[in-house]
């Protein structure tokens, strides 16, 4: 991922691809259309980015893999250590090297929303910090245990971290323990309006790269349920207002706020990541519209 990111002068461009039940060729087929439309690199997941922190990590591993080997594009997978120990993650995370997945986006994790007793009752062995430190350690050429690998790794760490009008204390000490602890970069839940994005902004204070979420809505009842859902100030209200105006064409004034909001967020980080890879000609809309690499 580090050396996307070295592109002087040229905000990257990245986009979430999430197939149905886990599609191996339809992710990779996703992963070669939105490479296309002028997409730098795709970030598997095997739910939305919203809810990414539910996401199986050997899936999202295998989806990437898929994508790398038969559309050959560059892949960040979604790691979460939600009900893995860390020696099943430590096999996922050395299985997925091996195939050359070495960039990924890490995350704590939470159970997901189901009544199903046996996956409610997962555990953290880890958390993400926890995460970031084992990975950190295969890069160093030791194992959780201390234990000397054959060869280092060269995992290129990122970390998903919220993007919220106001931060505490405890969550600017998190992010800096998170960065400290050895992530390479930091991806950002959906953002949809800057001031969401400030706090974090000056708390990284340009110690590594951020990378924005953007996530291009649908229309004014999603937004409308996503800003009660969200910590206030999130979502303005101004926003859903806009896509209720547009009536008929609420899908298209979505795409424009989502235009509008990438070019927004591409003047304050190193990129953005649009969180639905299944409209190329979106990518391609919010490619023309971030700035262009300079020359030399």
Known sequence: MRDVLSSRGAPVLGAYVVPEAGDRDAAAGAAGAVRAAGADFIVTATSGPERSRYTSTNQSIDLAAACLRKAAVPALATVTTWSRTVMALQAHLLGGHARGITRLVCGSGAPPPSGDRARADGRWTVDAVGLIELLRGLNEGRDRYGLRLDAATR???????????????ADRTRIRTKIDAGAHFVVTSPVYTQRALEPLLDVVDGAVPVLATVHPLRSAAEAESLRRELPEGCLPGGLVERLARAGGKAALEAEHLAVEAAARCADSTQGVILSRADRPELVARVRAALPRRVAG
């Open 155 to 169: 995992f290129d760490i990122g970390v998903r971290i919220r993007a919220v009008p106001r931060l505490s204390a």
